[in-house]
DNA sequence: GCGGCAACTTGACCGGAATCAAAGCAAGTG
DNA sequence: CACTTGCTTTGATTCCGGTCAAGTTGCCGC
């Protein structure tokens, strides 16, 4: 169970990556894993979420129903990232749904609860770990709050650059967007057309160089950022 | 020192709310009481903030500035709000300021975290709470991406209403805000005019009743949530 | 190759919130 | 009391992004 473990391929970045051997051992031996296709939920808001997961590879969304019906998009999952809520029962408020086919490293909530509980350094780093989430979600509140749209796509496309290129942010990096234009326009909290603007408006600005909707390249990551107001 | 807890105005409330009398003693010898005055800082971004500690009494709020320069107010904390950042090292990326004077209870980070390693239950519960949190603040961040103006006054009264009267948001309930105007912008994503001219509109509609700028009635609780959007 | 459908792009127009500018108003000071 | 100071309200104007309405592109099965 394991060597499992160690050729696992968020190894470096998840949250058991800190963990001694016998705790990943402890882990192991109650991990599933579990594919999720492209459109097809984990869970829907309302639903108990019933296990908790380490993200090994694609990209999930966060996505709420407004009151006016539409989707909002709340958040994005990368791998590494940690789905679930132990210790806190109820409905779910949020739909968490691959964008892309996903790979998950599953957990029955209870016994993932358990395992907390007996290994406090997991559950350390579980909370140090919601808190830097708290933190990125409220910096995104602030861009949300005041940014305008261009900021907003600029702003997103540099994110989205950084967790996905393995370089981060720099010239010739490419990327294939793991969102449709009305997924960004959910999660910018903008409509589809404003975000086809701003895209062909960085395009001309020559700050990227789209092919096809969703392949993007950066050609001038400083234009970029200061487009996105930083 | 027990005593000194149970004697405490958010006993019911705040994190040690579920705590078995002997970790709430572990907890009380480490604890201080302390009082921040109205428009003081409990910190600032960029410094480290080295305790951790509980709202007891008034309203802090946590807030950036903006590349632009301008204040970003990106939550608000209540009597019972726990207040701090364990097994996370490095800056802060907010200032914790004092709306009104305020008392907390509050303890050496490093202290804390010990009790929390030491007491697995203190820590799913805060964990908990943590998450909570998260998802209160995935829910504002729905409202600032896509509510008009007036929905987003309407919605902060409400809320503001409901954390600070006795009885929720219910027809004659009478509150101080804490915020200025100016505070309420920053927090909204508005401006300080567009917030007064929002104000002036729902007391004009009927749904509320200002005296003095800072005293707020409520008299159609409905109303205000009509326009608030839910 | 060709239709057909969904996603994306582009354009014209409109409305809500920002901006700019001036008053009101309350509290403190000499 | 006259005067300042800071907060709030109100008004006039501007502009960004939403809305409505066509296109255009790309992709699928046939």
Known sequence: MSNRCESCMVRDRALCAAL??????????????????????LFRAGDEPLLCATLQSGVMKLSATTAGGEEAIVGLLFPGDFIG?????????????????????????????AALAE??????????????????????????????????????????????????????TTVELPLSRGEMAALLGLTIETVSRQMTRLQGLGAIALRGG?????????????????
Request: net charge positive; aromatic share 4%; charged share 25%.
């Open 119 to 172: 290994h406090p350094r997991l559950e350390a780093l579980l909370l140090g770990r919601t808190l830097a989430e708290l933190d990125r979600t409220r910096e995104w509140l602030l861009r949300m709050g005041r940014a305008s749209a261009g900021a907003r796509v600029a702003g997103f496309l540099e994110d989205m650059v950084r967790r996905l290129g393995v370089l981060g942010c720099t010239a010739g």
């Open 20 to 41: 001694a051997p016998a705790e990943l051992a402890a882990l192991s031996v109650m991990a599933t894993r579990r594919t999720v296709a492209a459109g097809e939920a």
């Open 85 to 113: 809520r132990p210790f806190t029962t109820g409905a779910a408020g949020q739909d968490v749904v691959a964008l892309t086919e996903v790979q998950l490293c599953s957990f029955p909530r209870a016994r993932f609860e």
């Open 214 to 230: 969703r392949q993007l390249m950066i050609t001038a990551p400083a234009l970029l950022a200061a487009e996105a107001g930083r």
